[in-house]
């Protein structure tokens, strides 16, 4: 994906999904009332400065596979090596209002439901996980590699923030950036080509 397209899905993303907070932090009317924001009114995108991560789904990878990839690739371990809360807890303990995705097209289901890296070290490389044999956007870091995350698939992600939100309702607006991933990468063994986010895959985003 060509970097300047990328940065404008990141940039839509961010500012679409934010702004679809802001609405539903308001009334239906359009006024301010005791469930919304205090400032929904006058709030400006530009005006907003708050606390994000990136990767914000990302689990480090499990010891047997840790171990691996620091035997392999030691800066990419390191890399690797950090756990976030699940999207909710981040909104709730650590005041987080700014969240990254990365997002992996899967139409057909099952494209990443079988672990490359895992197989390569113990033989077994099944998820044994349903949710990734059901077609729809899956979220991760690095296919076949660094894929743990708390929350597996797009509609996962963003359910889990649609409920905090309800139950939070005079939350202050969340940013939410989308990276659309498809590139390819190299491993001494046989990894998943993404599927490429063309103009059809963007659409079904």
Known sequence: MQNSRLQRFILGGMVGVAAAFVSAC????????????????????????????HNSYHVQPKPDLFAG????????????????????????????RQ?????????????????????????????????LDEPGFKVLHVQDVDFESTCLTFKSCLREIQVWSAANPQHYPILVLVEAKDEPIEAPFETVIPIVFDAEQLDAL
Do not use: C, K
């Not at 009317?29 to 708050?50: K, T, W």
């Not at 990839?69 to 987080?96: K, M, R, V």
């Open 99 to 131: 969240i990254e995705i990365d997002v992996y097209a899967d139409p057909e289901g099952g494209l990443y439901a079988n672990r490359a890296a895992m197989e390569f070290l113990t033989g077994d490389g099944a998820s044994n996980l349903p949710e």
């Open 26 to 53: 308001g009334n239906s009317g359009g006024g301010s009332s005791q469930n919304s924001y205090p400032r929904d009114d006058v709030l400006r995108m530009h005006e907003a400065q708050v606390i994000g991560t």
């Open 69 to 96: 990839i620091l035997a392999l690739a030691p800066p990419l371990a390191e890399a690797w090596q950090y756990t976030h809360l699940a999207l909710a807890e981040q909104f709730s303990s650590q005041q987080i």
